[in-house]
């Protein structure tokens, strides 16, 4: 058994069962990186162990792949924090870095999926949602300005909405009547804020040095660098063209979409859908950066192999799309300065947010 980590994921007891089992051998902390084929029921396994990055061979007369689960996560209309294997990340009572919006079952990133953890994720998101709503239904009552879940503060003009619960367990979403949250666009179609988008700053360096972790380092610089070109855009600037020749801000941000779609196709992603010309900057922003946020997720896990069977199209993603996402992002930050609203600078080098942000 070729295992990634350092320990086994699955539960305590058929942990002990596996390794009393004398004829099941266990390599901790490596990786398969390729599969050759002798003859029938004779082949190799290349493994690389991933503490030295030493590889080695594995001679066996078959193989059995299993590369885990991909969380089944909804398009909410917001972007959640998910850790590296895509499932969201909430804190001990469901609630995600989104006010008002709760994870549970399968799709939260915790250490066992079982249907009794998921049910009791419902339970307590459900219990925390309520205590939510009668906090803010209080303040009010009192005279004060309204709180969202979580003790964040609400902005007055901000819609009350309905509240998302992911049913993840069996790969759904249901709406469920809740507390005051707040809305994905603000007044005025204003971009989502520093809890609702990724790449606030640029995401941890991996912690090795691969071919994948270098391309998806690539596609988070994008993601940062279009984050904060885009901050503080409202609805009313995407019509905005310095000359008759040029690409207004909506057509620019449609383009840069496009580009990340064809940079996923490349790495071997599902099809995207187009990008309307027609949709809110926020809805706009909300797809540019979700999509850039799981480009990055699935370069940094791809292994060499895989990367090598995509040969020439990685290449091309390389010194085509990702190249020209740069490009049209400097000219947003072109425009926007030519228009007399430049945004905040961020500490591109450091990718760090603007400085009091």
Request: charged share 25%; no cysteine.
């Given at each position: 058994m070729v295992h990634p980590f350092a320990q086994l994921q699955a539960n305590?007891?058929?942990?002990?069962?596996?390794?009393?089992?004398?004829?099941?051998?266990?390599?901790l902390e490596h990786e398969p990186r390729a599969f050759l084929r002798h003859g029938d029921q004779d082949m190799e396994v290349t493994v690389e162990n991933l503490r030295n990055h030493t590889t080695s061979g594995l001679r066996t007369r078959g193989v059995f792949i299993f590369v885990g689960f991909v969380p089944n996560v909804p398009a909410l209309g917001v972007v959640l924090e998910r850790d590296t294997g895509g499932y969201i990340v909430t804190d001990e009572t469901m609630r995600t870095?989104?006010?008002?919006?709760?994870?549970?079952?399968?799709?939260?990133?915790?250490p066992f999926r079982q249907i009794t953890t998921a049910t009791a994720d419902g339970t307590v998101a459900a219990i925390a949602n309520l205590e939510g709503a009668v906090v803010a239904e209080g303040s009010r009552r009192a005279g004060?300005?309204?709180?969202?879940p979580g003790g964040t503060r609400r902005h007055p003009a901000l819609r009350r909405r309905l509240t998302w619960i992911t049913l993840a367990a069996y790969g759904r979403a249901a709406l469920l009547p809740g507390a005051h949250t707040r809305s994905v666009a603000g007044p005025g179609g204003r971009s989502m804020s520093k809890e609702t988008v990724p790449f606030y700053k640029i995401?941890?360096?991996?912690?090795?040095v691969t071919a994948g972790a270098i391309l998806g380092r690539l596609a988070d610089s994008v993601g940062f660098r279009f984050r904060w070109a885009s901050e503080g855009m409202v609805d009313t600037d995407l019509p905005y063209k310095p000359a008759p020749d040029c690409m207004t801000h909506g057509e620019l941000i449609v383009h840069i979409h496009d580009l990340l779609a064809t940079s996923s196709k490349n790495a071997g992603m599902p099809a995207e859908g187009?990008?309307?010309?027609?949709?809110?900057?926020?809805?706009?922003?909300f797809r540019v950066l979700d999509l850039c946020a799981r480009l990055s997720a699935r370069l940094k896990a791809m292994p060499?192999?895989?990367?090598?069977?995509?040969?020439?199209a990685i290449w091309t993603m390389i010194n085509g799309p990702l190249a020209d996402c740069l490009t049209h992002i400097g000219q947003m930050l072109s425009w926007r300065r030519l228009a007399g609203a430049p945004p905040a600078p961020a500490d591109l080098f450091r990718g760090l947010p603007p400085a009091g942000r």
């Open positions: 305590k007891e058929a942990q002990a069962r596996a390794f009393e089992n004398p004829r099941l051998r266990f390599l870095g989104v006010p008002g919006v709760y994870a549970v079952g399968d799709v939260r990133s915790k004060r300005h309204p709180a969202a995401p941890d360096a991996p912690p090795h187009p990008l309307s010309a027609s949709a809110s900057v926020s809805e706009m922003t060499d192999t895989d990367l090598a069977a995509r040969v020439p």
